[in-house]
């Protein structure tokens, strides 16, 4: 079996198919409407983070989610590490943060106010929702992994959510 191959779960190959341009996957998905997450962890006392609009709920028994993160991440590996970690989903006023986590800077959580979680990860102030997680899986996903966490402590509220459709930041009507 090769890598590059597609197989159905009994092990019959796919048949081949075409793939799609990276840029016209980039554009066509981009008019689905998505949240935009903050993944946050706490490794040797420093806060790491990194923004992800690859989110979903996965399981409702057991409690799973998956968060997906680019395989050059640098906060990847520290997650892993720690084994833990908070999604923070970003509110409306927060593309500023979102901006934050996307830059390469260092000290990333200079300008963001946040507390620990229970898990002692990073809960980043006036989000709108908190899901704390302990790493579950990891699976490969293309040029991103793929973190499944169990969820163990969860809070939201009703402020409206950042929004990223067609390669901007929006604000959800609620």
């Known amino acids: 079996m090769r890598g590059d191959e597609q ?5 019959e190959p796919l048949e081949p198919v075409t793939a799609v341009a990276p840029e016209i996957l980039r554009t066509v998905a ?8 903050a993944i946050t962890v706490v490794h040797d006392s420093r806060p ?5 609009n690859a989110f979903s709920s996965l399981s409702l028994e057991p409690p799973l989610v998956l968060v997906c993160a680019a395989r050059t991440s640098r906060t990847r590996p520290v997650l892993v590490a720690a084994g833990a970690f908070t999604i923070n989903f970003l509110a409306a006023d927060q593309e500023g943060v979102c901006r934050a986590l996307a830059r390469k800077d260092d000290d990333k959580f200079a300008d963001i106010d946040w507390e620990p979680g229970p898990l002692g990860h990073p809960r980043i102030a006036g989000a709108v929702g908190y899901l704390d997680c302990t790493l ?3 699976l490969p996903g293309g040029d991103h992994v793929i973190f499944t966490g169990f969820v163990s402590a969860a809070e939201s509220n009703d ?8 390669g901007k930041f929006a604000s959800a009507a609620t």
Not at 7 to 11: E, I, L, S, T
């Open 136 to 138: 579950h899986s990891l």
């Open 159 to 166: 402020a409206p959510p950042l929004v990223f459709h067609h």
């Open 30 to 37: 981009g008019v689905f409407p998505t949240g935009v997450a």
């Open 7 to 11: 197989h159905w779960p009994d092990g």
């Open 48 to 52: 790491y983070g990194f923004a992800a």
